[in-house]
């Protein structure tokens, strides 16, 4: 959640905050633990700008979890190095903990770089490339060299349409960060493309996917040799397969096989709903949508929602 003049009772960003927070808290009855992490974007160059301040003062308040996501562009609004680009968000973010542990010792304070480089032809984020992954992965490896819990930001792309661009980005900014860092996750965001202003269930579908490979190429090699397998090897010289005898576990625990991309090459079914990838993520799609059940709700939690929703959509 996000408090804005716009969208504040009277224009009064630090208590409609803070009445959201509680709002969520009596939802969920839950008073006494964080229930939420409230992401907060400083302003480049070096500030933290009204708005910005109000947010955190009411999450701080409320005692829920802050994450710091600093936001800067290579030569725009920042430094056009990277290097330099990650040392401004670093003095960005240590000073949003710094004010964040001075008026509450002990809260909980992560922080997520989504930094990019600028396409100076546009002036435009290039939120999927190589200089924006090295952007995060210098920060990140600040941040492991302090202790400071810090994440990053996976499946980016600036492609106006899912296509292969939109492909090459988001698993250049998923795999890389994997392979130069020793981060354990990556987020995945669901469809982020022409710089975050458009979103895309489909690239969604398409991106988890993608993770699922990624994570098989990370997962390795099983190395350790099968005590049968010279009996393995007599049986398939005699009988000229290694079918015989193998179990599907067998295979599929070395093997991850997808789902979504088709993997049938030339076979003889070249049937759209096996091999046209496009259909097959509408049809995912479709199957999502269609099995997708609200959660229950209580009749207090009910009662709690009603004020708030559109005529249309009251219990």
């Given at each position: 959640?996000?408090?804005?003049a716009?969208n ?10 803070r009445a959201?927070?509680q ?9 006494d633990?964080?229930?939420m ?5 400083p302003m480049s160059?070096?500030a ?7 947010n ?9 979890n ?5 936001c800067?562009l ?5 430094p ?5 680009l990650a040392?401004?968000?670093l003095a960005l973010?240590?000073?949003g903990i ?6 509450s ?13 600028t396409d100076?032809?546009?002036?435009q984020?290039?939120y ?6 090295y952007?995060s992965?210098?920060?990140y ?22 296509d292969?661009q939109?492909?090459v980005?988001?698993?250049l900014?998923?795999?890389l960060?994997?392979?130069?860092t ?10 982020h493309?022409?710089?975050w202003?458009?979103g ?9 996917e ?11 090699v ?7 397998y010279m009996?393995?090897?007599?049986t398939?010289?005699?009988k ?6 193998r179990t599907p ?7 991850y096989?997808?789902?979504?991309f088709?993997?049938?090459?030339v ?13 097959i993520v ?8 269609e ?16 004020p708030y ?7």
């Amino acid at each position: 959640m996000r408090a804005t003049a716009g969208n504040s009772k009277n224009g009064d960003i630090y208590q409609s905050m803070r009445a959201a927070f509680q709002l969520v808290k009596k939802f969920h009855d839950k008073w006494d633990e964080p229930i939420m992490t409230q992401g907060l974007c400083p302003m480049s160059p070096l500030a933290y700008d009204h708005e910005c301040l109000e947010n955190l003062d009411a999450t701080i308040e409320e005692k829920q979890n802050i994450v710091i996501f600093p936001c800067t562009l290579t030569n725009l609004t920042g430094p056009p190095s990277l290097l330099g680009l990650a040392i401004h968000d670093l003095a960005l973010s240590f000073a949003g903990i710094v004010y964040a542990q001075l008026l509450s010792p002990g809260i909980d304070v992560t922080l997520c770089p989504c930094s990019a480089s600028t396409d100076m032809r546009s002036v435009q984020p290039a939120y999927g490339t190589a200089e924006t992954v090295y952007i995060s992965t210098i920060f990140y490896e600040f941040c492991i060299e302090l202790k400071i819990g810090c994440t990053m930001v996976g499946s980016l792309a600036d492609s106006a349409k899912v296509d292969y661009q939109a492909g090459v980005e988001s698993l250049l900014t998923t795999i890389l960060p994997y392979y130069i860092t020793d981060i354990d996750t990556v987020w995945c965001y669901p469809g982020h493309m022409s710089a975050w202003y458009c979103g895309s269930f489909e690239k969604l579908i398409l991106d988890e996917e993608m993770m699922r490979n990624v994570n098989r190429s990370l997962q390795g090699v099983n190395l350790k040799v099968d005590s049968k397998y010279m009996q393995n090897l007599k049986t398939a010289q005699e009988k000229n397969t290694f079918l015989s005898g193998r179990t599907p576990k067998n295979y599929r625990d070395e093997h991850y096989l997808s789902e979504i991309f088709s993997k049938y090459g030339v076979s003889d079914d070249m049937s759209p709903e096996k091999t046209d990838v496009d259909l097959i993520v509408k049809n995912e799609l479709a199957n999502r949508i269609e099995r997708y059940q609200l959660p229950d709700l209580t009749a207090t939690q009910k009662n709690i929602l009603q004020p708030y929703l559109p005529s249309k959509c009251k219990f």
